[in-house]
């Protein structure tokens, strides 16, 4: 439903219920009125009824009386008598018939002394006679004076009686008129009032033989019990019955009035109620849309502004807020919800874009960054992405506590922030320690020096108090074009270019699709390096490691080749860090220990009291069933723990320190020797690595093969060889690539070396034989 036909309904809500309300209280001031007509009416008929009953039995004494003398003359006829007391029939019967006619009596009948017929006029029947005689001469006989009205034939009769004597009583006169249209019409022309004469036969068959109501209305008279109100021919009659009889007979009078009649004149009043109702209404209806339009104008204003909210539209002022009303009141309330709405969307908006720790932007708004940066109105200017990761971020949570993490997370943020290059560089926090740079218009250049500057800011120790903190971390670089065709793309290809620079400790990568482990190719290698280890394609190769003390010892460091059977021999950085990343780095560790125990047990080598070192992994380290099942080959093929060197970088150890701690515990009970590989790229604390049961230090590679044109690199050598010893330590070189730096190790006191210098990685076989031409040369 659209505005406007919220703001008709309305309208027409508020009309309809005021119309309603008016017309509820017409019709009930109308049917009162009405009431009050009918009842009055009612009243004054019954008044008049009343009336008519006295007037009607009035005609009905004043015409037995008349009839009564016209009789009387005939009893004292002298001839009548004396035809009488002779018994001339003849003439009586002449005399009757010739007085009744004259009189106007329908049955004239002379009845001797015991009440018995004598003679009749040749009107009726004897039946008729005797009928009439029947009815009406036992209430004579008691009421001489009155008069009867008896039922012959279904005509109803008024008779009277009077005696005859000559002297003596001889006989009895009886006449009978009938109640005719004569009596009715005069009824009706002296009041005004309809009269009936309703008759019932003996079978209980009603009859209306007198009556001043036209036909119409005759059929509904067949009732006998009726009275009251009734209609008849279509016209409501007040009836009032009058009984013609003293109850021998089966006769009455119905006097009717009609209520139509007396309510007629009150009807032109009811038209003019009805006229002034009808014009109240239209006056009421225009009234009362004008002031329900004056109520919804305001509100459909007010629904136009909450759909403009809904829509997000928080700038547009509200109206009607200086009435002073409640309208004015609505709206100053819709007013302040508009503009704590805006306030509050507009905080949801920036906390939905905001990292809410360090205040600058989170993965979405950073998406949504790059998707601008990249999109069609870019063109081909290219775009830098770094994304950053902290090193042993959660080692530091864990010793310094949650709240120094979130300050440090501050600080870190800050710091990169001041290296952005201009306002177009975003730097956004992905999650956890995580943080990302955008570089729109950056190639791959200016990416990898925006990350050697961040690495270089990150060399100054953070400090909080009396405490500091050294950080580091792995940056990824992906570069579009080229890197990606969209902006998930992009972000996930410089994260993966991250975490292979936090795996090979190299500060900052540049993406390369052989990193990606989710690539065609990457998933195929991988697919394959599960079957390479059934199919028997991967080759242990060992460096030897020579000693520099003087002192007996014949060590090497195992290594992992692949040979592929189309791909020729895989380098290890295509498909090592693949492993790390899914898992089966640890299928790869037991597969290269399970072939250095078998290697040391074949007679040819044991002799040579040879000690491997390999490499353990994060994942390794945190496989609760390590130890037992290095145990168990060890057991297998009868070669001691103390046989091998198990190698640790200090991130592995850092990443679950605790966890960590456990299991190097474990397996040094075991007899192995424990060295930390990398030593010095890491940031383990020296309490911390006091308390770890390590036995060798290994020199990162880097700084031996500074040593020599980098003097700090030198100055680094010599401190970790010195700290080695002072921990009860041995120490391991790895990197020597030439004469120079071996004998300048030698210098040092470094125990052991390693390099290119001394001798490339050897399959086992050339590795014997390398071992056998070194020892003839000794």
């Known amino acids: 439903m659209n505005l406007r036909a919220l703001h008709r309904s309305l309208i027409l809500r508020l009309v309809g219920i005021s119309l309603l309300l008016l017309l509820i209280v017409q019709a009930a001031g109308f049917a009162v009125v009405q009431t009050f007509i009918v009842r009055n009416a009612r009243a004054q008929i019954e008044r008049s009824l009343d009336v008519d009953e006295r007037v009607w039995r009035w005609l009905l004494a004043q015409n037995a009386v008349r009839l009564q003398e016209a009789s009387a003359l005939l009893a004292a006829d002298y001839g009548f008598r004396s035809a009488v007391n002779s018994g001339d029939s003849a003439t009586i019967q002449s005399v009757l018939e010739n007085h009744g006619a004259r009189i106007g009596a329908a049955m004239t009948a002379l009845l001797d002394t015991r009440m018995h017929l004598q003679s009749t006029s040749p009107s009726r029947t004897a039946a008729d006679y005797q009928s009439a005689v029947d009815q009406a001469v036992p209430a004579l006989v008691a009421q001489p004076q009155g008069s009867q009205i008896a039922v012959v034939h279904g005509i109803p009769y008024q008779f009277v009686m009077v005696p005859m004597r000559a002297p003596l009583l001889v006989g009895w006169v009886l006449m009978g008129f009938p109640v005719n249209e004569t009596l009715v019409s005069e009824m009706q022309q002296l ?420 000690r491997i070192s390999i490499n353990l992994s994060t994942r390794d380290l945190l496989d609760p069933e390590l130890s037992n099942r290095l145990g168990a080959l060890l057991a297998r093929h009868g070669v001691s723990a103390e046989s091998f060197c198990l190698e640790i970088t200090e991130s592995a150890i850092m990443d679950e320190p605790l966890r960590a701690e456990a299991m190097l515990n474990l397996l040094s009970e075991q007899g192995f020797k424990l060295s930390i590989d990398d030593f010095g790229t890491g940031y383990s604390s020296l309490a911390y690595l006091k308390r770890l049961p390590v036995d060798e230090l290994k020199i990162d590679k880097s700084f031996v093969i500074g040593m020599a044109s980098d003097d700090g690199d030198e100055q680094i050598v010599r401190s970790t060889i010195d700290l080695a010893h002072n921990l009860g330590l041995s120490v391991v070189a790895e990197g020597v690539e030439t004469v120079s730096i071996l004998e300048r190790l030698r210098a040092l006191h470094c125990d052991d070396a390693q390099g290119y210098y001394i001798s490339r990685p050897l399959p086992m076989d050339d590795f014997l034989a390398w071992h056998a031409s070194a020892a003839e040369r000794k």
């Open 191 to 610: 009041l005004s009032v309809d009269v009936a004469i309703q008759v019932r036969d003996a079978t209980g068959a009603v009859a209306v033989p007198v009556s001043t109501l036209p036909d119409r209305a005759l059929t509904d008279l067949r009732d006998f019990r009726m009275g009251g109100e009734q209609v008849l021919g279509g016209e409501t009659l007040l009836v009032r019955p009058v009984r013609l009889d003293s109850g021998t007979t089966s006769a009455r009078a119905l006097l009717l009035r009609s209520l139509d009649d007396v309510v007629a004149p009150y009807r032109q009043l009811q038209i003019l109620l009805g006229v002034i109702t009808v014009a109240g209404l239209v006056l009421f209806a225009l009234g009362s849309a004008f002031m329900a339009r004056r109520v919804t104008m305001p509100l459909r204003s007010l629904v136009s502004a909450t759909h403009r909210l809904s829509q997000g539209d928080y700038d547009a002022p509200i109206e009607h807020t200086r009435r002073h009303d409640e309208i004015g009141n609505l709206a100053r309330s819709f007013d302040r919800m508009r503009l704590d709405i805006a306030g509050q969307q507009g905080e949801i908006l920036r906390l939905a874009d905001t990292d809410r720790l360090t205040g600058v932007p989170n993965r979405e708004r950073f998406r949504r960054a790059i998707m601008e940066a990249i999109g069609p109105g870019n063109g081909q200017r290219p775009v830098a992405v770094l994304a950053l990761d902290l090193d042993r971020f959660k080692h530091v949570n864990g010793v310094l506590g949650y709240a120094l993490g979130d300050r440090l997370l501050q600080a870190v943020a800050e710091r990169i922030s001041g290296q952005a290059r201009s306002p177009q560089d975003v730097i956004a926090r992905l999650g956890g320690n995580e943080f990302a740079m955008l570089m729109p218009g950056a190639d791959e250049a200016a990416a990898r020096d925006m990350a050697q500057r961040i690495l270089r800011a990150f060399e100054t120790p953070m400090a909080f108090g009396d405490r500091t903190v050294d950080l580091s971390a792995g940056i990824g670089i992906a570069c579009w074009p080229g890197a990606a065709h969209d902006a998930d793309t992009l972000l996930s290809h410089a994260e993966i270019a991250m975490y292979a620079a936090k795996l090979r400790l190299s500060g900052a990568l540049l993406y390369e699709p052989s990193m990606d482990s989710s690539s065609a190719v990457s998933l195929s290698l991988l697919t394959e390096l599960r079957r390479a280890v059934d199919r028997n394609e991967l080759r242990l190769f060992l460096q030897p490691k020579v000693t520099l003390t003087g002192q007996p010892g014949h060590a090497a460091e195992a290594l992992v080749r692949w040979q592929h059977p189309e791909r020729g021999m895989v380098p290890p950085l295509q498909f090592i860090p693949f492993a790390e990343q899914t898992g089966f780095v640890r299928q790869l560790t037991l597969w290269m220990f399970e072939q250095a125990v078998i290697f040391l047990a074949q007679p040819r080598v044991q002799p040579l009291a040879l």
